[in-house]
């Protein structure tokens, strides 16, 4: 037993007190919930000419479904996202989700992509449910 200086009053188990505080503290974090693993990855060009075709691709992967489909988004300026094309339908452990595209660009202006990684519960599953978006990449069309 100690006496603090500024209260006089007995004090005891404070190291044992830490201790205990530290290990319960490590017990909750490694009892803590796993989460699902999975990443999706776009590429584009930078720029792109007014009527010269390019090219942006996509690929996801995710273990929290059973089937997978990776679907590419576009926008322009405030408009809201739409969908350009979705890749084939990919089973867990079959390889990576994977979509392409060619687009021939019509007017300058920036244009922004997205990738969209859908979890099915079977192959033709007709209620996918969004896991995952990639970062905007975008497009400078001169």
């Not at 505080?21 to 909750?28: I, K, Q, R, T």
């Amino acid at each position: 037993m100690t006496r603090t200086k500024k209260t006089g009053m007995k004090v005891r188990g404070g190291r044992a007190a830490a201790i205990g505080a530290l290990g319960l503290a490590s017990v909750a974090l490694a009892a803590g919930p796993a989460f699902a693993k999975g990443d999706v990855s776009i590429k584009a060009p930078h720029t792109a000419q007014v009527g010269k075709a390019f090219a942006v691709t996509a690929s996801a992967y995710d273990d929290a479904s059973s089937y997978l489909r990776v679907c590419l988004e576009w926008r322009s300026g405030k408009q809201a996202w739409a969908q350009v094309t979705c890749g084939s339908v990919v089973e867990r452990g079959d390889g990576d989700a994977q979509v392409a595209v060619h687009i021939k660009a019509a007017h300058s202006g920036a244009v922004e992509y997205r990738a969209a990684v859908y979890g099915l519960n079977t192959p033709k599953d007709s209620h996918p449910v969004r896991q995952r978006t990639s970062d905007v990449v975008t497009v400078n069309v001169r």
